[in-house]
């Protein structure tokens, strides 16, 4: 046979999503509500849920997760200290960072001014039950003195083993800076980040293979334990968000896209599928980050020198997608406890979800901190944040989506406005295509 009759990286993910769904659903509708049923083999009894739910799906989901995190620090170090020595002016960096935080805390502005709208539109928390039980422990935020002292690492090698992508940033580009203007000795050692780079992103290609497999673990597993019922309690909350979130992600990154770079909106979210796809699958931006980069570099043209800051930059503080929940949550909350919030109060709202996306950058359970201090702010009981948990999970896929876009997009205008985004890459009709390492190898 030849490799032509090979099913495309989309199509095979699209597979082990539906087929995940699938299975979920008859593996619920098979317990009927029951903690456990056991599948009658004859010789022996074998329990479905144990075996198959918290066993087969579980293990195979998070071996994909761990797969996907596991490349993670490796990537960001390598590819950051690569970009950073490579540039030909280390002031660069500056003007970098800065049109990207600007542009990020931009985006997130209009994200939950967005979902603020459609929550006064629709009302999501009208005739909802106020349950007497309702309670939630908000962990403490950080103050801004902590973060800003906490981005600079005391050892850089334990920020690296615990996941601190702010301090792991930080270090990287400190590192690459001193490499750029070590003479000799930093070509030497930029040759050999180089050929690191170019393995790891070989093992990427290696670990897309596995994806839909772990898809299917994914969703099987979610479907199956997911409370359709509360969804469908709570439509209205839940439908808002998501039309907030489409409207954020297709239309007003499509806008800003075309004004910033003159390009096509179109084949930008054509080029993005494979990423959402993955976005929505592990409900992480960084677990998704190797594809992420993968995506701004290979299909949309962007120079290794930018994606490499703008993407693990974008997936630490790019928050969009978490904002449109805030601010459809905040509503939601003020209807269902009967409290009218003010033209001031929505202001404060926008502007501390806002701030709060850098300010929170890497601390565990960070959208729900993000919910807890805006509601303080505006004196809304942090109990309702119960209400509404339940449902959370589907809604966290589709908002890492919509971050993942975001970080793409501005990764695209950031480099267009530095003259680092190869046009010829993002219109080429073979880049809109998966790579050929992705396709399995079919026997001739």
């Known amino acids: 046979m030849s490799s032509q009759g090979s099913l495309s990286l989309t199509t095979r993910i699209m597979l082990g999503m539906g087929l995940g ?64 020595c490579n540039l030909s002016d280390p002031k660069t960096l500056g003007r970098l960072g800065g049109k990207s935080i600007v542009l990020y805390l931009a985006t997130t502005a209009i994200a939950i001014t967005v979902a603020i709208t459609l929550a006064l539109l629709f009302n999501p928390g009208e005739g909802i039950a106020l349950p007497h039980n309702a309670s939630f422990d908000a962990k403490q935020a950080p103050t801004l003195a902590q973060v800003i002292i906490g981005m600079f690492p005391t050892n850089p090698i334990d920020a690296m083993a615990n996941g601190n992508m702010l301090q792991v940033i930080v270090f990287s580009l400190l590192f690459g800076v001193a490499m750029a203007l070590s003479g000799e000795a930093g070509q030497r050692l930029s040759a050999i980040f180089e050929d690191l780079n170019n393995v790891i992103l070989k093992l990427v290609t290696l670990l897309m293979n596995i994806a839909p497999y772990g898809v299917f673990c994914l969703m099987a597993k979610l479907f199956t ?40 909106p179109f084949r930008f979210l054509a080029q993005m599928k494979d990423t959402c796809l993955f976005a929505f699958s592990t409900s992480s931006s960084s677990a998704t980050m190797p594809v992420t980069l993968e ?36 509503v939601f909350i003020a209807q269902v406890f009967m409290v009218d919030l003010t033209l001031s109060d929505y ?53 890492t989506a919509v971050n993942v876009t975001g970080d793409c997009m501005v990764t695209c205008v950031v480099a267009k406005s530095e003259g680092q985004l190869d046009e010829g890459v993002f219109n080429d009709l073979e880049s809109a295509k998966e790579l050929e390492e992705y396709k399995p190898k079919a026997k001739s």
Not at 30 to 41: A, C, H, S, T, Y
Not at 308 to 313: E, H, Y
Request: aromatic share 8%; hydrophobic share 60%.
């Open 21 to 84: 769904v699938f299975v979920g659903f008859l593996f619920k509708f098979i317990l009927g509500g029951e903690k456990e049923l056991l599948l009658n083999l004859g010789l022996f009894s074998l329990p479905i849920k144990a075996f198959f739910v918290d066993g087969l799906f579980h293990i195979g989901g998070q071996i994909f997760i761990a797969s996907l995190k596991m490349l993670v620090v490796p990537l960001v170090f390598v590819s950051l200290v690569c970009g950073t």
């Open 225 to 264: 334990t997911i409370e359709i019922a509360l969804i469908w309690s709570l439509a209205k909350y839940f439908g808002v968000v998501l039309l907030a979130l489409a409207i954020h992600g297709l239309i007003n990154y499509s806008v800003i896209f075309k004004v910033f770079t003159g390009l096509s």
């Open 295 to 330: 995506t701004a570099t290979k299909k949309l043209g962007a120079s290794n020198s930018v994606a490499s800051f703008t993407v693990p930059l974008g997936a630490t503080i790019n928050m969009d997608g978490t904002a449109i929940m805030q601010g459809v949550a905040t």
């Open 347 to 399: 202001l404060m709202v926008i502007l501390t979800a806002t701030l709060a996306s850098v300010g929170t950058a890497g601390v565990p359970g960070v959208g729900l901190i993000m919910l807890a201090m805006v509601l303080n702010q505006v004196g809304l009981p942090v109990e309702g944040i119960a209400l509404i948990i339940g449902v959370d999970r589907l809604l966290d896929m589709t908002r």
